[in-house]
């Protein structure tokens, strides 16, 4: 299971992290993610980083957002600044869990950001 937290309201050029834990089988854990929908909109990957540490933005948040992750603790942060209100959306925490040779994709529940101008 994967449980985010730390949405909320915040204003254009705030800053705000968002955690998710992750519970259950994490010695499986592989790569992890956040992924966010806008309202009327498709989600899309903000950030990714692997078991190893190796990380990938989306091209919109470069150098504004930092995914981090501890994997002692089974959590990825995702630190966000520079805020625009185009960030608003749901967030998703999401893990690629290893079964067997494959791997299989968890989601968590989602948080939401609203960033107001």
């Known amino acids: 299971q994967l449980q985010a937290s730390g949405g909320g309201l915040v204003q254009a050029g705030g800053s705000l992290s968002l955690s998710c834990e992750a519970s259950?089988?994490?010695?499986?854990?592989?790569?992890m993610a956040w992924y966010r929908q806008a309202p009327a909109k498709e989600r899309e990957a903000v950030a990714l980083i692997s078991r190893g540490g190796d990380t990938n933005y989306a091209d919109s948040v470069k150098g504004r957002f930092t995914i981090s992750r501890d994997n002692s603790k089974n959590t990825v942060v995702l630190h966000m600044d520079s805020l625009k209100p185009r960030d608003t959306g749901v967030y998703y925490c999401?893990?690629?869990?290893?079964?067997?040779?494959?791997?299989?994709?968890?989601w968590g529940q989602g948080t939401e950001l609203t960033v107001s101008s």
């Open positions: 999401n893990a690629a869990i290893a079964v067997g040779e494959s791997s299989v994709s968890y």
């Open positions: 259950g089988n994490t010695f499986r854990i592989l790569d």
